[in-house]
């Protein structure tokens, strides 16, 4: 039997759905200031179960609070996803045709990439390629700028990739729509856009796990097949090693190094 909904929880919830998404620190902050306005329980460590507890009300309204992680920093983010619209289309009310077709291409153009990432001249490529109705450039450049804005895309240096509120609402959509090259990280089996590859077995990692995981590694080994990981490692130097010396991209992560 479901856990019944307080002030806090209801509090918790409308300020989230004000944001969209929340970064970890200032998701247990709202917690912690939900509990205390409304007066209820507060323990630091029952987030989990404070969330799950508007989870189960939510699951009647096809609606769910999920858990992701930033591709760039491993930091945990809170949002909501709307589970009965898991396709693109879920962004229709807010975007015209043609706005979404360039979504659609920009993330083929993302996912299929050997790094997670999308360069906004060929981005700009394909604005008179639309099928719906051709952008110009500038016009182009205006509706990737409000993708950023509404944290559907993220923008470093001329380049692209899903925004961390994509990833956690689109999960579902990419694994089926990309199979041949949509994955999950093999240490938090989350879906990983920005990744390292181990050229062995195939596995990949995000950036972030692969700095954690080998941290505590004396050598850098694949955690499922044990092979040498190829890849150069954010923050490791490897000049002293006598591993091979195959190496990737560092930084802007490399899916296939």
């Avoid at 919830?13 to 709202?30: A, D, F, N, P, Y």
Wanted: aromatic fraction near 8%.
């Amino acid at each position: 039997m479901a856990t019944q909904m307080t002030d806090a929880h209801r509090r918790f919830l409308q300020v989230l759905m004000s944001h969209g998404i929340m970064e970890g620190s200032e998701t247990r902050k709202l917690h912690r200031q939900c509990c205390e306005i409304d007066k209820v329980y507060y323990a630091h460590d029952k987030l989990d179960d404070f969330i799950s507890t508007i989870n189960s009300h939510l699951q009647p309204l096809f609606m769910q609070i999920r858990k992701g992680m930033s591709e760039d920093d491993g930091r945990a983010h809170y949002a909501l996803v709307n589970l009965a619209e898991t396709e693109i289309t879920k962004m229709a009310s807010d975007y015209t045709e043609n706005e979404l077709e360039l979504f659609r291409k920009t993330m083929d153009l993302i996912v299929s990439s050997e790094n997670g990432f999308a360069s906004s001249t060929d981005i700009l490529n394909l604005a008179d390629q639309l099928k719906t109705k051709k952008m110009k450039k500038k016009e182009a450049e205006q509706v990737l700028k409000v993708f950023v804005e509404d944290r559907w895309l993220s923008e470093r240096n001329g380049e692209y990739t899903l925004h961390t509120r994509c990833i956690i609402e689109m999960e579902q959509y990419i694994l089926s729509n990309y199979p041949d090259v949509a994955r999950k990280c093999n240490i938090c089996h989350s879906l990983a856009i920005q990744s390292q590859l181990c050229e062995s077995c195939g596995i990949v990692m995000h950036l972030p796990c692969v700095r954690k995981y080998f941290r505590a590694q004396t050598e850098p080994r694949c955690p499922q097949c044990n092979d040498f990981w190829s890849c150069d490692i954010p923050g490791m130097n490897r000049t002293d090693s006598q591993s091979p010396s195959k190496t990737g991209r560092t930084e802007k992560s490399t899916r296939r190094c």
